[in-house]
């Protein structure tokens, strides 16, 4: 059965949604007048973030975000209840629309289409103190919090933590199978949707050969011996130090936090990216915070993560409960990216309904 127009760009919305890997974790059903998002256990529980991890809200509070801007620009109201099952289930909300039928005209969103990640080096150009202002205010009414640190200091410090970070990374064996699983290095692969597109990685001739070679858990396991970890950590937060701005959004460190989170995020990014600023999301200082509160960081490592975790504090101003949840590389591109492709709709969409 066919879908209204309205209800064809608000699913397009929805998957123009950014997840950590391009993976894509959630799944959306409608009946009719409701949308129900949630969790897709059975496509990706195997090899990416769980339901109730900080990735999987933040694309969740994406996905969401990215309806309402749908709705609101097309005047439909959406009654949002979060977490209708409670925070233990991996439903993340409902969302009645109202009004829906009577939508005729309808187009994607300008900041919607615009959104997306570019991993090339920006130019030296800072960062308009009028939009910096303005996205430090996004967040304000849900509790989130977005710095924009543009001092040449302080983006060195942070980047000094992203290092540490990612050192802990590669030489973490969980987090380097699922990155395995999400690289996509042949057309035939790409094709499939989801994952990694080796082409959008921005990498420097021959990058994609060495990325294959080190993708596989046991040779990365062997060349670490001789410090490969390193050598990869610093090309990793090199662009971080080189940045124009960071972006820091910290939260609470709750499901409610993670999925607010990922609202203020996919907005404060929209904006920047439709203004003409490139953004490009370091996940991996939050990821190792989380890891650590978890008692996944491998034993001989967790030192280095505590003292990580220590120096972040300060240079997010994580006070009680806040965490990290995201940090964005931001500044004018110098170079066009090239757009990550996404899944078929019937993987990620069910329509329980008649209209
Ligand atoms: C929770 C989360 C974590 C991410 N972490 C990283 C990261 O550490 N490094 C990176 O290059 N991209 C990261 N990304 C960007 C995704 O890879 C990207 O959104 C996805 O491939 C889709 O591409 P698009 O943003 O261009 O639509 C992250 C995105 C999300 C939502």
């Not at 109730?52 to 709705?71: H, P, V």
């Not at 919090?145 to 590669?170: G, H, P, T, Y």
């Not at 190792?288 to 960081?297: G, I, M, N």
């Amino acid at each position: 059965m066919s879908l209204s127009p309205f209800l064809n760009n608000l699913l397009t919305s929805y998957q123009a949604a950014p997840s950590a890997d391009n993976s894509q974790p959630c799944c959306l059903s409608w009946e009719s007048p409701v949308l129900i998002l949630g969790y897709d256990e059975e496509r990706v529980g195997s090899y990416t973030f769980p339901y109730d991890s900080q990735a999987t809200l933040l694309a969740a509070g994406a996905a969401l975000e990215n309806i309402l801007r749908c709705c609101e620009d097309a005047g439909v109201g959406a009654e949002v209840t979060l977490f209708p099952e409670g925070e233990g289930s991996n439903v993340y909300a409902k969302i009645s629309l109202e009004g829906f039928e009577a939508v005729t005209n309808s187009v994607l969103p300008d900041s919607v289409a615009a959104r997306h990640t570019n991993r090339h080096p920006y130019k030296k150009g800072a960062v308009p103190k009028r939009l910096a202002d303005k996205v430090e205010n996004f967040g304000s009414e849900v509790g989130v919090n977005v710095k924009v640190v543009s001092r040449k200091a302080d983006i060195a410090l942070i980047a000094k933590q992203v290092q540490v970070a990612s050192e802990i990374r590669f030489q973490t064996q969980e987090v380097h199978e699922w990155l395995e699983k999400s690289l996509r290095f042949t057309a035939q692969e790409v094709e499939r949707g989801d994952g990694l597109d080796v082409e959008t990685l921005a990498l420097p001739p021959g990058g994609g050969a060495f990325l294959r070679l080190v993708s596989c858990w046991s040779r990365m396991k062997k060349l670490n011996r001789i410090g490969a970890y390193k050598l990869l950590a610093a090309i990793d937060s090199a662009p971080v130090r080189n940045a124009p701005a960071l972006l820091a959004i910290s939260a609470s460190d709750s499901m409610l936090g993670g999925l607010n989170a990922g609202r203020v995020m996919c907005r404060a990014w929209s904006y920047l990216n439709a203004e003409g600023l490139a953004c490009h999301p370091y996940y991996v200082i939050s990821d190792q915070l989380e890891r650590l509160k978890q008692d996944r960081v491998p034993e001989v490592l967790t030192g280095q993560a505590k003292d990580m975790q220590k120096n972040c504090q300060p240079l997010f101003d994580l006070k009680g409960e806040q965490t990290l949840m995201m940090l964005l590389r931001v500044g004018y591109p110098k170079k066009k990216a090239l757009r990550s492709r996404r899944l078929s709709l019937e993987k990620v969409f069910k329509n329980l309904s008649d209209n």
